[in-house]
């Protein structure tokens, strides 16, 4: 059974930083890639970060230069570390593993 499990969420302010982490099975963490995407009421889930098996990344237009994607094998887990943050990243962020499965999503409130 495949698990895809993210945690780290809550209420920033403006210029604040969180630290999203995603915890996956095995079977899926170390295949291909590992992605974040995110979704606000309305639209589309829209994708914001990838790193792959090898340990390269890539990032939407939208958070580069601000957010950072990383892994830790040993704990099959992907984090996304977000620094400066604006209310516009103000959503729902999911973890995609490969295959298609994502996991219950973690909110993420940019307010003063």
């Known amino acids: 059974q495949v698990q895809v499990v993210e945690s780290g969420g809550g209420l920033v302010q403006p210029g604040g930083s969180l630290r999203l982490s995603c915890v996956a099975s095995e079977n899926v963490f170390s295949r291909y890639y590992m992605r974040w995407y995110r979704q606000t009421p309305g639209n589309e889930r829209e994708w914001v970060a990838t790193?792959?098996?090898?340990?390269?990344?890539d990032y939407a237009d939208s958070v580069k230069g601000r957010f950072a994607i990383s892994k830790d094998n040993a704990k099959n887990t992907v984090y996304l570390q977000m620094n400066s943050l604006k209310p516009e990243d103000k959503a729902v962020y999911y973890c995609?593993?490969?295959?298609?499965?994502w996991g219950q999503g973690t909110q993420v409130t940019v307010s003063s």
């Open positions: 790193i792959t098996s090898g340990g390269g990344t």
């Open positions: 995609k593993a490969w295959g298609g499965y």
